[in-house]
């Protein structure tokens, strides 16, 4: 499994997590769990790849809050 998969495969996990919390409260929470601890590189390379990888919905919702 390369880097990109790895990272694709981290975000899906962290939303299968705050899943039960209902989209409203989820994607905010996916996208602030990514923030607060991913280092600015793991971000960066995965919002290279979020776009043509296989998101969970929920991750794919919270790609436009990360940054």
């Known amino acids: 499994m390369d880097t990109d998969d790895k ?3 981290m975000a899906n996990q ?3 997590f705050f899943a039960a919390q209902g989209e ?6 996916i996208a602030d769990h990514i923030q607060k ?3 600015p590189a793991m971000r960066s390379k995965f919002l290279g790849v979020a776009q043509d ?6 991750v794919r919702k919270a ?5």
Do not use: K, S, T
């Open 63 to 67: 790609v436009p809050l990360i940054h």
């Open 14 to 16: 962290i939303a299968a």
């Open 7 to 9: 990272l694709v495969m």
């Open 24 to 29: 409203a409260r989820a994607v905010p929470a």
């Open 53 to 58: 990888a296989e998101l969970h919905p929920l």
């Open 37 to 39: 601890f991913w280092d």
